[in-house]
């Protein structure tokens, strides 16, 4: 079976401590495009929401004449959701709060500026 | 909320001409269940078509789906059965400011806020409709004002500059919104227009979206967004009474400087939403 060209960077992902979820989500419908997703976690609901916030977030920038949004980060009691943009396509990492977001930011920029995202 | 549903269902099931109708549309839409809500508000008012209070649950139904057409229907029903219902009248003015009839909005915010001169979240959002008429129309307003025996509206330019002392030489944007994005305090201008209800626009609803999708996800409630753009840091949080909170500074400076302004303006607008700003 082929990989997916997304499956390197996706695996680089979830080697990180604390992260529980990864995935390319499209920014238009909010449906995965490829995922590595701990068992339970519900990763549709994960891409529908990154996904929405990531266009707003991305459309607010613009009304507010902020340029183009780059990375997108949300803060739960119990987790953090890091979301990074470029073509209709948003990489997403689902982590636990002890994990080193610095590392799995740094992770998925070095993707979007490696041409992971086109 | 889950019990809720079961225990409303349960007493619908067992009388359909209950009222429990009511709540339990609410309930669901507050739920983000909106396609259900709907179902049951219209089966509901299928019995009981000349209750107001049925007509304005489906009026917010239809306006967190985005049918304002509908919503502005439904609301008026709720008007012709009850003269000056509070809710009705702040929900066309809401409906109206969303498709840009802002002369229109003023005039249905006004009366709710005559019927209730404590709802401070209406005053925020007429305050903030008063002044985009008077952006538009500097002339026109100036002359309402003058005929206006309330004079113009002062409480519009305190909403407007609530957290200038805490942006300080950032030169940042704060907004309060509401749950739909209408702007109840702060503001940004761009090019010397005043942008804050765009970018309100497309971040109404953020804050319910999150604590929908944090509960399915089994992560606790959303606590901040922060988004990082080529040329600004703009953090968020949820606020009271369902708002949103969001403030920005420039790319240079630190975030965890931008959190502690969040933070700040996070305080003063619960003081503001509590009416003793």
């Given at each position: ?112 500026q ?5 | ?32 269940d ?8 219209v ?23 985005g ?32 498709q ?33 008429l ?8 100036t002359v ?13 330019h ?10 300080g ?9 509401d749950?739909h ?7 940004h201008?761009v ?14 609803g ?8 944090m ?15 080529s ?20 790319k ?26």
């Amino acid at each position: 079976m082929k990989n997916s060209p997304f499956a390197d960077l996706l695996g680089a992902l979830v080697r990180q401590r604390g992260v529980t979820a990864a995935m390319v989500v499209s920014e238009a419908d909010g449906l995965i495009v490829d995922a590595q997703v701990s068992i339970g976690m519900r990763g549709e609901v994960v891409a529908a929401l990154s996904a929405s916030l990531y266009r707003r977030a991305r459309l607010a920038a613009q009304a507010a004449g902020y340029g183009e949004t780059t990375v997108l980060q949300l803060e739960a009691e119990q987790g953090r959701i890091c979301a990074v943009g470029k073509n209709d396509l948003v990489l997403v990492a689902v982590t636990e709060l002890g994990s080193n977001i610095g590392l799995v930011r740094m992770e998925m920029l070095k993707g979007l500026q490696g041409g992971a995202l086109g | 909320m889950s019990d809720d549903i079961a225990r409303l269902s349960e007493e619908l099931a067992r009388d359909p001409a209950s009222l429990a109708f009511l709540e339990l549309a609410e309930t669901l839409r507050k739920r983000g269940d909106l396609e259900v809500a709907e179902k049951v508000a219209v089966r509901g008012l299928e019995r009981h078509p000349h209750l107001g209070t049925g007509h304005d649950v489906l009026a917010r139904i239809y306006a967190d789906t985005g049918v304002f057409e509908k919503a502005f229907d439904e609301w008026g029903m709720v008007l012709r059965l009850s003269p000056g219902h509070p809710g009705a009248l702040k929900g066309l003015g809401f409906v109206c400011f969303h498709q840009g009839r802002m002369a229109e909005a003023e005039t249905w915010l006004s009366q709710a806020a005559e019927v209730d001169p404590a709802d401070q979240r209406n005053l925020g959002a007429l305050a903030y409709v008063r002044q985009q008429l008077a952006d538009s129309e500097p002339a026109a307003s100036t002359v309402a004002a003058a005929a206006s025996p309330s004079g113009p509206p002062a409480a519009a330019h305190d909403a407007r500059s609530l957290f200038h002392d805490i942006l300080g030489a950032e030169q940042g944007m704060a907004l309060l919104l509401d749950e739909h994005g209408l702007v109840l305090a702060g503001g940004h201008e761009v090019d010397g227009r005043d942008v804050g209800q765009e970018v309100g626009a497309q971040l109404g609803g953020v804050s319910d979206e999150a604590e929908r999708a944090m509960r399915h996800l089994g992560l606790g409630g959303w606590t901040s967004i922060v988004f990082e753009t080529s040329q600004a840091t703009v953090a968020m949080s949820p606020g009271p009474e369902r708002s949103l909170m969001l403030v920005s500074a420039g790319k240079a400076t630190p975030v965890g400087f931008v959190r502690r302004m969040l933070e700040r303006s996070l305080q003063r607008a619960t003081t503001f939403l509590a009416g003793s700003a």
